[in-house]
Nanobody, 125 residues
Framework: QVQLVESGGGSVQAGGSLRLSCRAS????????MSWFRQAPGKEREGVAAIVRSTMTKYADSVNGRFTISRDGFTTLYLQMNSLKPDDTAMYYC????????????????????WGQGTQVTVSS
């Protein structure tokens, strides 16, 4: 069984930066998609960024240009978050999918079966 553990969250002021990490352990082979999602209270879970088929990066319009997703093999996923805004406040989750999906479907949470417990990011104005 694969386990994902996020870390790096915290409280920062607007304009600050955080770097999130997601580390996988267990029966790790490979992932077709490795993604970051976030969910604020009362809001739907939304895709933030993803790496699809190892090299293709995807970003939500709301974070494009501010966030950067990267990986270290298939065991560690990172999300560098710069120029943080209060609207970025949410619980951030990493998720993986082993099977093929269209790159256009990277942000669909229903297609991911493995999730971490989340790390809280709070951005104050």
């Amino acid at each position: 069984q694969v386990q994902l553990v996020e870390s790096g969250g915290g409280s920062v002021q607007a304009g600050g930066s955080l770097r999130l990490s997601c580390r996988a352990s267990g029966n790790i082979y490979t992932w077709y998609s490795m993604s970051w999602f976030r969910q604020a209270p009362g809001k739907e879970r939304e895709g933030v960024a993803a790496i699809v088929r190892s090299t293709m990066t995807k970003y939500a319009d709301s974070v494009n240009g501010r966030f950067t997703i990267s990986r270290d093999g298939f065991t560690t996923l990172y999300l560098q978050m710069n120029s943080l805004k209060p609207d970025d406040t949410a619980m951030y989750y990493c998720a993986t999918r082993r099977e093929f999906i269209s790159s256009d479907d990277w942000s669909r949470p229903d297609l991911y079966s493995t999730w971490g417990q989340g790390t809280q990011v709070t951005v104050s104005s």
